[in-house]
């Protein structure tokens, strides 16, 4: 057991979104199913979302729930976290003029010739 004052945390583990289906009013126009979540921003703050299903009269709640639950499928997949890369333009530049723009590259010869020409002016 942990016997200094300061508490060891876990790390949060991203959780498994089940959401909420639920009626919403509008001022103008018949009633809408919205499907409601909640996601946590970059600096880790919670940011309440919502989108629109359809309104009650295009979908009954079977359907409703059938359309939330592909938005629950959407939400719940692992997303692949971006790579932060810390390259220079010229870095960027000099490497797709090596990769995509070199002789075996199978691209056309003028096009290719052209792009070489704009990077090195």
Known sequence: MNKSKTPIFAPRRKRYQN???KIE???SGPDVWVFRWR???SDG???RRKVVLGTVKELNK???QKKAEEQRQLLNEPKHEAVNC????AELVTHYAE???GD???KAEKPRKTYLYIFKN
């Open 19 to 21: 959401g909420s289906l």
């Open 45 to 47: 703050e919670t940011i």
């Open 62 to 64: 079977t359907q409703a």
């Open 99 to 101: 990769r995509e723009l």
């Open 39 to 41: 996601d946590e921003a």
């Open 25 to 27: 009013s509008r001022q």
């Open 104 to 106: 075996d590259s199978g």
């Open 86 to 89: 810390n390259m220079s333009v």
